[in-house]
């Protein structure tokens, strides 16, 4: 019996999307949890890293990615900033957890 496997070697806006979403899920269950007890979890500097290049990867896929695609033929700025983001998404959603482990562990 021949199982077909393909590997998908391009990752779309779509799957960049649900990554980060998965990710704030995440982070938001952590921050509810620790809420739940009286405990407070402060922005970590990951987060905030990927939030910003989130929001300039953005505004660049809106405008096309202007200026770079007008004077620098071929430089994809908006899409790196983009994966760019959903790494630091990534690390930062593992950084909460091990952060705030003890917390989420606290409330079972």
Avoid: W
């Amino acid at each position: 019996m021949d199982i077909a496997v393909t590997l998908r070697t391009e990752i779309s806006f779509e799957d960049l999307e649900d990554i980060n979403d998965a990710r704030d899920i995440i982070v938001d269950g952590c921050r509810m949890m620790a809420s739940s007890n009286g405990k407070v979890v402060a922005a970590i500097k990951s987060g905030k890293i990927k939030t910003a290049a989130l929001m300039v990867g953005t505004v660049l896929v809106f405008f096309n990615n202007f200026p770079f695609s007008h004077f620098f033929s071929g430089i994809r700025v908006a899409e790196y900033l983009l994966y760019f983001a959903t790494l630091m998404s990534l690390i930062s959603m593992i950084q909460y957890y091990v952060l705030n482990k003890n917390i989420i562990a606290d409330t079972k």
